[in-house]
């Protein structure tokens, strides 16, 4: 939650924002609405509200990790291509990624759950990269973030 919390500082009032898949899903937990923030999730629903507090895919709509979402009033629902026109077209402003490694120029290196049918950083060329805000190192596994993307 650190970092979602992290990430949740850069945002500014009226920022529309992808949250990518993983961590950078738990930002619209943290969201409040006078913080003026609009979610948009790259499966196409513009709107997202936090996950639900009890219930599961069946009663509610899922983000793009498959995780349930509460839907805001006003939510719009469409098809990924769509969204992914949204985002092209600069009608998304911020995406909060997440991302296997990522290097000294802030390339990401795309990753996958082993046993899982979810893949990780999809479509990292449709944002621009500019930075990164934490980095999550775990001293019982490999560095991420890197000199270079393996």
């Given at each position: 939650?650190?970092?979602?919390?992290?990430?949740?500082?850069?945002?500014?009032?009226g920022d529309v924002v992808n949250l990518g898949i993983?961590?950078?899903?738990?930002?619209?937990?943290?969201?409040?609405?006078?913080?003026?923030?609009?979610?948009?999730?790259?499966?196409?629903?513009?709107?997202?509200?936090?996950?639900?507090?009890?219930?599961?895919?069946?009663?509610?709509?899922?983000?793009?990790?498959?995780?349930?979402?509460?839907?805001?009033?006003?939510?719009?629902?469409?098809?990924?291509?769509?969204?992914?026109?949204?985002?092209?077209?600069?009608?998304?402003?911020?995406?909060?990624?997440?991302?296997?490694?990522?290097?000294?120029?802030?390339?990401?290196?795309?990753?996958?759950?082993?046993?899982?049918?979810?893949?990780?950083?999809?479509?990292?060329w449709i944002w621009p990269a500019s930075q990164t805000?934490?980095?999550?190192?775990?001293?019982?596994?490999?560095?991420?973030?890197?000199?270079?993307?393996?």
């Amino acid at each position: 939650m650190t970092m979602a919390r992290r990430a949740l500082q850069e945002l500014q009032r009226g920022d529309v924002v992808n949250l990518g898949i993983g961590i950078p899903t738990l930002v619209a937990d943290l969201i409040m609405p006078e913080h003026g923030i609009i979610l948009h999730t790259e499966n196409g629903m513009l709107g997202v509200g936090p996950a639900p507090g009890a219930g599961g895919a069946m009663e509610y709509p899922v983000n793009a990790g498959k995780i349930p979402v509460t839907d805001l009033p006003g939510s719009s629902y469409f098809d990924s291509a769509d969204s992914f026109a949204m985002i092209r077209g600069g009608h998304v402003g911020v995406a909060i990624m997440g991302g296997f490694q990522v290097d000294i120029i802030v390339d990401l290196a795309n990753w996958a759950m082993p046993g899982k049918l979810l893949l990780g950083v999809v479509a990292p060329w449709i944002w621009p990269a500019s930075q990164t805000t934490d980095h999550h190192h775990d001293p019982h596994k490999p560095q991420r973030s890197l000199e270079d993307c393996t």
